[in-house]
């Protein structure tokens, strides 16, 4: 692509309204050091885990989902 676009000047896309970038890490949790990744405002993740993760038993699962 460098040969194609040569001499063409780089032009920056904004993004939609509503779409935020925030810098997450490998667990999708904001943070400082991560990569920025888009989101919908509205859905921006936490800088913290759910305080409730991991403590569902199967059966609460199963029944959420069906």
Do not use: C
């Amino acid at each position: 692509m460098a040969q194609v676009l040569k001499g063409v000047p780089e032009m920056f896309q904004r993004p939609p309204e509503g779409v935020v970038s925030v810098k997450v890490n490998e667990n999708g949790l904001q943070a400082p050091d991560g990569r920025p990744e888009y989101f919908f405002r509205e859905n921006v993740p936490s800088t913290q885990p759910p305080a409730e993760a991991g403590t569902r038993t199967t059966e609460e699962v199963k029944n959420q989902l069906f």
